[in-house]
């Protein structure tokens, strides 16, 4: 039986209304944009012209999305990590509800290869899709650092620092043609100076958040937010249990795992 197909304005519409009611954002992107950035061992094994969606998580996924999931779970302990759960369930919900019957491919970005790879790289997919620049230490000219790594890292235009990238959905056998254009993420860090505090604040001292006040933002995560992120994640569910969240009964902690 054929399968059925996927517009782009498919993704631009349900899947994002949807997404975006619980603070997710979805950039529609085609396989060829991410495997031209990157070396072979690490492209989606797919035909160029695939249709794909990479999804963001905005500031407001946490009280939109994260502590309804949580009230709705009724759990008394959690055993792998609540975000990761909470994002995976309300995509992969969606995803069907928005296109039953469609070969949909979800890679998570905790999710790795068996060789150690991860599935996908989850700022290369949000640059190409026009999503966040991916500032890189080859972004600099005139690099101040010698040998030493500086990792990369993305900023989004309206929330600077404060989101995560969270997953790439690949419309198997979907392909699409001149619908679909890419447009380049917007250079919201444009001076060599600026890159340079940026990637300084997220290599050397990512743990104060600085790198994430880069540019002036529409919305940073919420004091109950960064008190989530900053504890350890050893200690979250002690800060969960303290808001009033793990009181289910243990049958009920055992179904999503
Ligand atoms: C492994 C990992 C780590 C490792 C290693 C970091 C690294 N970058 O390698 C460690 C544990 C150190 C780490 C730490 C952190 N991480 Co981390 N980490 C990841 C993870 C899972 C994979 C990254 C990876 O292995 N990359 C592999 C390397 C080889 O890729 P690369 O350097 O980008 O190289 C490729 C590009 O250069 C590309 N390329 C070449 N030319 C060109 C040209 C263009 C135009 C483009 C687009 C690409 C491109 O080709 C190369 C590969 O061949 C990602 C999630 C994911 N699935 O992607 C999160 C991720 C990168 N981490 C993230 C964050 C926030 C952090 C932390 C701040 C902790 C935290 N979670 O709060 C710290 C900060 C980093 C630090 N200062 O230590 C975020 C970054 C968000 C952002 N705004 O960019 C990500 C995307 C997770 C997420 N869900 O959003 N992390």
Redesign the pocket.
Known sequence: MAQPRVAVDDVRGDLCNSLSKLGFEVYPLKIGWYNA???PP?HQSYPDDTLAAVVLSTPAMFEQAFLPFLENRGWKEVITDPIDQCVKHYISNIVSECFPGVNVDVSY??EMLPSRK???????AA??AGA?Y?Y?R?DVPDQPWGNKKM?????HPQFG?W????ALLVFVGTEVGSELQQTPPPDSVPTREDRIQLLEN??LR?QDWSYRDVIPVAQTYSQRQREYFSTLPGQRQSLLRDWGYLTGTHEEDTQEN
């Open positions: 950035v990157l070396s690490l970005d905790y991860p599935k996908f790289l989850a700022q290369s640059h190409v966040a991916y890189q080859s990792f990369g890292v993305c900023i620092g989101f995560a990238i969270r997220f290599n990512w």
